[in-house]
């Protein structure tokens, strides 16, 4: 099951609220809180287009540019910084950076990760 749904390039969340008997969700990917509900799938579907037609609009309104989502920069924490070190000290040894390090692991991560499949990776 897939958790997420897409729309003029924003991917939002698909959640449930049993106690509140919801469909809920938030944009991903961006610092802005853009959320979302409907009691029927069709009504969050909707009301996730509409609140993202919404912050588009105000963008323009405020001749603000909309953030992108997933733009290709995150910060990264590790929780052991010996595994920080280690791979630090690899991409210095091997003559490269450790954004290359981290991202050449998550590609390999992901190779093995055959839930996540992303519209257009076929």
């Given at each position: 099951?897939?958790?997420?749904?897409?729309?003029?390039?924003?991917?939002?969340?698909?959640?449930?609220?049993?106690?509140?008997?919801?469909?809920?969700?938030?944009?991903?990917?961006?610092?802005?809180?853009?959320?979302?509900?409907?009691?029927?799938?069709?009504?969050?579907?909707?009301?996730?287009?509409?609140?993202?037609?919404?912050?588009?609009?105000?963008?323009?309104?405020?001749?603000?540019?909309?953030e992108k989502s997933f733009k290709g920069s995150f910060n990264v924490r590790f929780r052991?910084?010996?595994?920080?070190?280690?791979?630090?000290?690899?991409?210095?040894?091997?003559?490269?950076?450790?954004?290359?390090?981290?991202?050449?692991?998550?590609?390999?991560?992901?190779?093995?990760?055959?839930?996540?499949?992303?519209?257009?990776?076929?």
């Open positions: 099951m897939i958790n997420t749904m897409e729309y003029k390039g924003y991917t939002g969340s698909v959640e449930f609220s049993e106690e509140d008997s919801i469909l809920f969700g938030k944009v991903q990917g961006i610092r802005s809180l853009i959320s979302y509900e409907g009691t029927t799938v069709s009504e969050l579907i909707a009301d996730f287009h509409g609140a993202v037609d919404d912050y588009l609009s105000f963008c323009i309104s405020e001749n603000k540019e909309p052991d910084p010996l595994l920080h070190k280690r791979a630090a000290v690899y991409a210095f040894r091997h003559h490269t950076s450790l954004n290359h390090v981290i991202e050449e692991s998550v590609k390999q991560f992901l190779m093995h990760a055959d839930e996540l499949t992303l519209p257009g990776e076929r």
